[in-house]
Nanobody
Framework: QLQASGGGGVQAGGSLRLSCAAS????????MGWFRQAPGKEREFVGF????????YYADSVKGRFTISRDNAKNTVYLQMNSLKPEDTAVYYC???????????????????WGQGTLVTVSS
């Protein structure tokens, strides 16, 4: 129900835009998060956007470089990644959090639905 795309290889300093297309339910009412998982590491929070896009926040490691946006008419969430660094290399996942679900938006277990992940590789 969530399909992430847009990953690929890029040189340090470059940009990529990831997309997460939702289908099958009214994800326009869901908060959406992006997480990433590097080889040998745990999945970590990247950023979150509320259903109305009036609230967005990011991990300190990407703040000022990454931007999340959403188009509810298209049921799509985006992650614009600029000034990429080798340490940004990871599989990136989008996730949807029901409005009735509690818990921190920064924690993976608080999310109800997950995309399959898209690989981002940043070379130095």
């Amino acid at each position: 129900q969530l399909q992430a795309s847009g990953g690929g290889g890029v040189q340090a300093g470059g940009s990529l835009r990831l997309s997460c297309a939702a289908s099958g339910r009214a994800f326009s009412t869901y908060g959406m998060g992006w997480f990433r998982q590097a080889p040998g590491k745990e999945r970590e929070f990247v950023g979150f956007v509320s259903w109305s896009a009036d609230i967005a926040y990011y991990a300190d490691s990407v703040k000022g470089r990454f931007t999340i946006s959403r188009d509810n008419a298209k049921n799509t969430v985006y992650l614009q990644m600029n000034s990429l660094k080798p340490e940004d290399t990871a599989v990136y996942y989008c996730a949807a959090k029901s409005p009735s679900r509690g818990g921190s938006n920064r924690i993976a277990v608080a999310y109800d639905y997950w995309g399959q992940g898209t690989l981002v590789t940043v070379s130095s």
